[in-house]
């Protein structure tokens, strides 16, 4: 073979050789970026109750959670599915993301907040690809603003089998 086949060749494997591990690269990230929010054995424990809590101050400047997606009137979801929560405070005051606290209502409750911790911001909590079993998920999430006023709010995902 000539010199300039021989390069070729060599080049073409390389290229092709980097291709894949790009292509692979890609699927893992694909992969690491599912998260699984509640595993099929948490969910197979008995229902909780949202805790009672006692809010004080005014409620008009008590922050708040809003559920964006899935949509509260979304019925029955597919798993994978986008989690986002976006989170709003009043009064000039600004959320305070490492008082945020998940958690997974069954009895016992689970604290889902670490497996949260790297999607939570002080304006919400945004995951493309949050892992369920199929069946209801009821979570209850509070939060404190900066000057220490109290949110919270209970909602329910519907997962479809």
């Keep these: 073979m000539t010199e300039g086949v021989t390069a070729s060749l060599v080049t073409g494997r390389v290229g092709a050789f980097v291709a894949t591990l790009f292509a692979l690269a890609l699927a893992g990230a694909a992969q690491a970026q599912t998260l699984q929010l509640v595993t099929p054995e948490e969910s197979a424990l008995p229902a909780g109750a949202p805790p009672s809590l006692e809010f004080r101050g005014s409620p008009t400047r008590r922050p708040s959670i809003q559920v964006v997606s899935p949509p509260p009137s979304a019925g029955l979801v597919h798993s994978p599915l986008d ?3 976006r989170f709003h405070a009043f009064g000039g005051a600004e959320i305070d993301p490492e008082s945020v606290v998940v958690t997974y209502l069954k009895n016992p ?9 790297p999607f939570i911001t002080a304006d919400g909590v945004e995951i493309d690809h949050a892992e369920l079993p199929p069946g209801d998920h009821q979570f ?3 939060l404190k603003d900066k000057t220490g006023r109290s949110g919270a709010i209970a909602f329910t995902v519907q997962v479809a089998k």
């Design 140 to 142: 209850w999430v509070e």
């Design 109 to 117: 409750a689970i604290d889902v907040t670490q497996r949260l911790a």
């Design 83 to 85: 989690l986002k929560l």
